[in-house]
């Protein structure tokens, strides 16, 4: 999947010899999964061929990517940390809401003049029913973590239901907007909604 977020400025730990080996192998595979899926499409590229493109065996393959639609999404906690990361350090100001509406925009919607990288990723995963659903159960994957995060943020007891809610419908929005012709304006105005709805339960919460 195309790196759609910023770098940090703050050089990663360095990896021993080993987990650098494990981690060239695995963006090998990756790399030469979607080449070929691009090139041919999904349902016409199998296992093996992925396999002998990075010059791996499928047993090495399968234990990096248990699942050949994983071998589309293969930075998931990458976009866990970032989904997260999206509500703790939101402007000044801004909403919850509005910070995952922000998110969403940028990585479930390819926007025009953005990365041409990102927009064909996407065209490949709308126009694949498998990856389609693949993208949006790992999405739904996050519901937890984003609701613990959002409990935090907004001084709301870790257990309540309305966190669950907001993440759950939060991730779930792109999804909905799809069957529009606007799926941009769509999703705007669905975190409209939760906006709304937020900032009144926030204002009335002791």
């Known amino acids: 999947m195309p790196d759609t977020e910023p770098r940090s400025d703050t050089p990663p730990a360095p990896m021993g010899r080993r987990e650098r080996k494990k981690a060239a192998t695995r963006q090998a595979i990756a790399d030469a999964a979607l080449r070929l899926f691009l090139e041919r499409g999904y349902d016409d590229v199998g296992i093996r061929e992925i ?24 930075e998931e906690a990458d976009l866990e940390a970032h989904l997260l990361a999206a509500v703790r350090e939101r402007p000044p100001g801004q909403s919850i809401p509005a910070a995952l509406r922000d998110h969403a925009l940028r990585h479930r919607r390819a926007a025009s003049g ?40 907004s001084g709301l007891a ?37 906006d709304h709805g937020w900032r009144g339960l926030t204002a009335a919460a002791p």
């Open 51 to 74: 396999a002998d493109a990075a010059d791996v065996s499928t047993t090495t393959l399968f234990k990096h990517f248990p699942v050949k639609e994983a071998l589309v999404f293969d």
């Open 114 to 153: 953005g990365d041409p990288r990102f927009a064909t990723f996407l065209g490949l995963v709308d126009s694949t029913p498998a990856l389609r659903d693949y993208h949006q159960a790992m999405w739904l994957r996050h519901t937890t973590a984003l609701a613990a995060v959002v409990a935090e943020q």
């Open 158 to 194: 870790a257990d309540d239901p309305a966190c669950t809610a907001l993440a759950h419908f939060a991730l779930e929005a792109p999804q909905a907007a799809q069957a529009h012709d606007d799926v941009r304006g769509a999703m705007v105005r669905a975190f409209e909604l939760l």
